[in-house]
């Protein structure tokens, strides 16, 4: 019997299965390989000179036309023959794969398998992924975007169900840290770092559904980015149980309104003065109207009215003193305070999980890649998110399974640069080949990526919710903002009300 005798260890040999790691059908293949080897014993390798090397008996021409898997005994298969036997690896198509390898099943599968690989070229303008691109000038004769589009369409409809998984899977995962953070206080440094929750029904769900947390972040006595008008009596409830004097002074990272709605009402409250950057002041003495959707759900900010104090180079804590360094990309005026000698930096919306890709429609992220370099300069051991997160080695930061996450942040920061740097060399690669803002898009996100598919079903519900103001499409356009139209008008906008030509 195939599939029981074959020990599950690791170290044994795998199933080595060589793919079109350009083609966006092989990579959904590829992904539902992976989820369904729930014994690792197969390896997936996109077709390379490398990687076919130490088998002799492939052929890279070979191996484009079909697929090629070398079984631990070293035999080759090829086609849908392949394809049956990797079938029968997995308990879930165990039953396909061995009716798949008998006549007539067997006849069809070949002829089936035949018509779709001498098609694949064809259908796949695929410059995702790894794209190494072995006849690009051949690709490119042969495909239009007609086919372009047709390659994403299947690659969708193959991912749409692990796709939802993955929604599921998420929001289960949102639900367990909401119930731990749900209106607390987590302290960390024997104090000195507060993470306040500030929990709303509206902003409940937005955590729910996207994972972000809504917080106010009290470190050293400044309490950092106070929340929205949604949040005041979850910030009212915390106020009454700080010890006296808990809040020294107040100040935000940015303008956006789930960190800048409380200024004022917080300075009364606690009596401390507030401090703010120039930008920020300059945005939130008139603070734009919010869309109907953002005001209903956080809040829309009011009017900054002195006194505050405008930041200059440096902040005083009660024991420390905190750099204040400009750091835009997330939006325009955004600052990061750093701590040198506690080498914490609290990085506001600057760091939002390293693949963040439905971001708000003032994102410039050509500008957030140079702060992000300069952050690198910086000596961090310990990464304060705006949304809830720290990501830290140190062990004086206790375990928070979901909150504290162990990575050194050094390592985050350029996982997320190297991202970012990516995005602009498929962009500019797209909008040179004079490729629709759309369809540069798709190739931002290939099916071939993790993040593609396990954040689409999250990412297209963010884009319905917010109509289109956090959307991938605005991480494109974060990329090719000019001088002249520092914010476009969203796709939506564009589309139903003509924005500005
Ligand atoms: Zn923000």
Redesign the pocket.
């Known amino acids: 019997m195939e599939g029981t005798g074959e020990s599950q260890l690791t170290n044994t040999p795998k199933f080595k299965v060589f793919y079109d790691d350009q083609c966006e059908i092989c990579q959904a293949g590829v992904s539902w390989l992976r989820l369904l080897d729930r014994g690792g014993r197969t390896e997936c390798l996109g077709i390379h000179p490398e990687t076919i090397a130490p088998h002799p008996a492939l052929a890279i021409d070979r191996c484009l036309q079909e697929l090629h898997v070398v079984t631990p005994d070293e035999r080759v298969l090829t086609g849908w023959d392949a394809v049956a036997r990797l079938a029968r690896l997995s308990p879930f198509t165990w039953m396909i794969g061995a009716v798949g390898a008998v006549p007539p099943f067997r006849w069809i599968g070949r002829l089936v398998y035949r018509l779709v690989a001498a098609n694949r070229y064809a259908l796949s303008k695929c410059r995702g992924g790894a794209c190494h691109a072995f006849r690009p000038r051949e690709v490119r004769r042969r495909t239009g975007l007609a086919p372009f589009w047709t390659c994403y369409t299947i690659g969708f409809l193959m991912h749409f169900p692990l796709s939802v998984a993955a929604l599921t899977r998420s929001i289960a995962r949102h639900i367990a840290l909401l119930w731990r953070t749900h209106g607390r206080r987590v302290e960390l440094l024997d104090g000195k770092l507060s993470l306040v929750f500030l929990n709303s029904f509206t902003c409940d769900l937005v955590s729910l559904m996207f994972g972000e947390q809504f917080l106010m972040i009290l470190y050293d006595g400044i309490a950092i980015d106070p929340g929205s008008t949604r949040m005041r009596r979850a910030l009212e409830h915390h106020l009454r149980r700080l010890p006296k004097g808990g809040v020294r002074a107040i100040a935000a990272t940015?303008h956006?309104e789930e960190?800048s709605c409380n200024l004022n009402w917080l300075s009364v409250r606690a009596g401390a003065p507030i401090y703010v950057g120039a930008a920020t002041a300059a945005v939130l003495r008139s603070p734009p109207l919010l869309p109907r959707i953002r005001r209903w759900m956080i809040g829309q900010p009011p009017p900054l009215v002195e006194p505050y104090t405008v930041l200059e180079s440096e902040m005083a804590g009660a024991t420390s003193t905190l750099e204040v360094i400009a750091a835009p990309g997330?939006?325009d005026d955004h600052i990061v305070l750093y701590d040198r000698q506690e080498k914490l930096l609290i990085a506001g919306?600057t760091f939002m999980g390293t693949y963040f890709s439905a971001p708000?429609p003032d994102v410039d992220s050509r500008k957030w890649i140079s702060t992000l370099e300069r952050m690198l300069e910086l000596e961090i051991e310990i990464l304060v998110e705006?949304h809830g997160f720290v990501h830290t080695l140190r062990q004086d930061v206790p375990d928070f399974p979901g909150l504290v996450i162990r990575r050194h942040p050094r390592e985050e920061i350029l996982e997320k640069l190297r991202f970012f740097e990516w995005l602009r060399n498929q962009i500019d690669a797209g909008l040179r080949e004079g490729l629709p803002l759309r369809a540069v898009e798709v190739t931002c996100f290939p099916w071939g990526q993790a993040y593609a598919w396990e954040q689409f079903a999250s990412d297209e519900l963010s884009r319905m919710l917010s109509g289109g103001h956090w959307s991938r499409t605005e991480l494109v356009r974060s990329f090719v903002r000019g001088e002249q139209d520092a914010v476009l008008p969203t796709v939506y906008q564009a589309r139903f009300w003509r924005g500005p030509a």
Do not use: W
Request: hydrophobic content about 0%.
């Open positions: 940015h956006h960190h997330h939006c919306d708000n705006g």
